[in-house]
Nanobody
């Protein structure tokens, strides 16, 4: 079973940046699965943000974060990153990484993801 652990969240001011990390550990049912980032703000539904293919670096983003967020991965270290820039209060929330095995698709549909981390909190203040 893969375990995912997010880190890097915190409190920042408007316009600030953060780099979130998601480390995968444990016995893997599939080495370097497809990975994605999600978030859930206060009183909001969970929102898919970005996904990255296992190999080749192909990425896909939600329209709400295009141009400000960048997903990347380091397969050698089983880590996925999310660089988030130009933050606004609307970006506040719990950020989760998630994974699924097999053939990667350009999807941030949460139903496809089978393993989830506990989340890391991002708070943006003005």
């Amino acid at each position: 079973q893969v375990q995912l652990a997010e880190s890097g969240g915190g409190s920042v001011q408007v316009g600030g940046s953060l780099r979130l990390s998601c480390s995968a550990s444990g016995s893997t049912y599939n080495s370097n699965p497809c990975m994605g980032w999600f978030r859930q703000g206060p009183g909001k539904q969970r929102e898919g943000i970005a996904t990255i293919y296992t190999y080749g670096g192909r990425t896909y983003y939600a329209d709400s974060v295009k141009g400000r967020f960048t997903i990347s991965r380091d397969n050698a270290n089983n880590t996925v990153y999310l660089q988030i820039n130009d933050l606004s209060p609307e970006d506040s929330g719990m950020y989760y990484c998630a994974a699924y095995p097999g053939y990667c698709l350009p999807t941030i549909d949460a139903d496809r993801y089978t393993v989830w981390g506990q989340g890391t909190q991002v708070t943006v203040s003005s």
